[in-house]
């Protein structure tokens, strides 16, 4: 913990300027040793050179950030080299072999979360905010970067520890003279602290389909408008759209963006009976991309009468999560069709520019996404749902010391939100995913 570490902190990639992070003990022997500066001062942008065994490597611009008041809590030293990578591996080098370690991805924001500098989901955030890949995304990041997901369980994290206290005192003096707990008034503060947990439980998304993007499958028989929709959605004219059953043979990917999510959409070859080895390859893949989709878009054409290969199609996909398209509703829309799917399809028409829009929102309303929220890791909307759980379990509780132990349990889930309780493992998978230097 107490060694330094070094990392270039930009890309080494030939450039204006590359920055060099230290952190660590040995900030000042190094400002001493490689930048000839003594007793640096913190936060003062110091103009000198680097010298490795007194030769000059470049000319640079050095900052000394002083314990605790720096991004890790450490000592720091950001040294601003040109930006050419031999200048800068050639430091590396020499400051490894002075003694210093290379840092491993994440190991700066790792030390600034073990110093205290920030929560565990304020470090998640961290790379989030680098890896965004919509305007949306980065602004959720940020966010959270500043708090908003973590100061409200801190903040309910206070009011837990209070009721605790509370209960244990109560506990401990019950028969000196003071006055006892009424069970019924704390049952009414953890109804209200369910009630607020259960608010915010609401708002919370699932914060993979933000920075992963949520992959989206057209899959139907032939000619029923698949690579039309695909090329309406891209607003481009990518994949070919004919009147021949059997156009696209293979499986088309493209991204886009609604509502600020980042899509992936694939249109895949039409699904039918048939000989030849191509097409059926092209089925296959069509099969295995709506597997893994989360949202399968199954086009049907609604003009007409549903025939022996909608039911194969629709079979598949009945239990995943399907939007049923109903297409070319310019044509009219047979009504067995129609009727057979009742409430769960939505009608369009290409050709028309029909619905396009409401199917956008369709989808973000399948994956619970329409309304804006709060982002956040699968683990986090688990922990927070098994804080409710205990909350709700307390509750039900009459026995004071019992109703502790369950809202203890709902205190744990929290804390383990906030990287307060921590498990080496989860650590290590949360800064694994790191960039070097962050
Ligand atoms: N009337 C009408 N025709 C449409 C509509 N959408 C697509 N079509 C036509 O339907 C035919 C097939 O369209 P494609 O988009 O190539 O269909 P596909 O499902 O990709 O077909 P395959 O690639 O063969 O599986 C083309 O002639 C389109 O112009 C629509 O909304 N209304
Ligand atoms: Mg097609």
Redo the contacts with the bound molecule.
């Keep these: 913990m107490n060694n330094t570490i070094v990392a270039p902190a930009t890309p080494v990639l030939k450039s204006a300027i590359s920055i060099l992070r230290l952190s660590g003990l040995n900030c000042i022997d190094v400002a001493n040793r490689f930048l000839h500066i003594e007793n640096p001062k913190p936060r003062y942008a110091y103009r000198t050179s680097f010298y490795i065994n007194d030769k000059e490597l470049d000319d640079v611009v050095a900052i000394y950030y002083k314990a605790p008041r720096s991004y890790t809590g450490e000592d720091m030293l950001e040294i601003f080299f040109h930006g050419n990578p031999i200048i800068v591996e050639k430091a590396i080098e020499a400051l490894v072999d002075y003694g210093c370690s290379f840092a491993s991805p994440g190991e700066f924001t790792k030390r600034a979360f073990l110093n205290g500098k920030m929560t565990l989901d304020e470090a998640s955030s961290v790379e989030l905010l680098i890896n965004a890949n919509t305007e949306k995304a980065v602004e959720n990041a940020l966010n959270m970067l500043k708090g908003r997901f973590s100061s409200f369980i801190e903040e309910l994290r206070k009011e837990f520890i209070r009721i605790i206290a509370n209960i244990e005192a109560d506990i401990e003096f019950g028969y000196e003279d003071i006055e006892p707990l009424d069970v019924n008034e704390i049952k009414k503060e953890i109804n209200n602290l369910i009630c607020r947990l259960e608010e915010f439980y609401k708002k919370l998304k699932e914060q993979s389909y933000l920075y992963d993007g949520i992959k989206i499958a057209i899959v ?1 028989k ?8 695909f090329n309406t959605l891209l607003q481009k004219r990518r ?10 043979r293979d499986y088309i990917e493209d991204r886009l963006e609604i509502n600020g999510f980042p899509v992936k959409l694939v ?1 895949t ?2 699904i039918r009976k048939t000989d030849d080895p191509i097409e059926k390859e092209g089925i296959n893949i069509a099969i295995e991309h709506m597997k893994e989709a989360h949202v399968v878009l199954f ?1 049907v054409d609604g003009s007409k009468e549903l025939e022996e290969e909608d039911y194969f199609i629709y079979d598949i996909v009945k239990n995943l999560n399907t939007l049923v398209v109903l ?5 009219g829309i047979n009504s067995k069709t129609l009727d057979f799917f009742k409430d769960n399809a939505i009608i ?5 520019q029909e619905n396009v829009e409401h199917l956008k929102n369709k989808v973000l309303h399948m994956l619970d996404l329409a309304e804006d929220g709060i982002y956040v890791s699968k683990r986090n909307k688990f922990l927070v749902a098994k804080a409710l759980g205990s909350l709700k379990e307390a509750v039900l509780q009459d026995k004071t010391e019992v109703m502790m132990l369950y809202i203890r349990e709902a205190l744990d889930y929290l804390e383990e939100i906030l990287g307060l309780i921590t498990d080496e493992n989860v650590l290590d998978e949360i800064f694994s995913t790191f960039c070097i230097g962050k």
Excluded: E
């Design positions: 139907g032939p000619n029923v408008g698949k690579s039309s929709l994949a070919i759209v004919s009147d021949i059953p059997g156009t696209t249109d070859a039409g086009m297409n070319k509703s310019d044509l369009i028409s290409i050709r028309n």
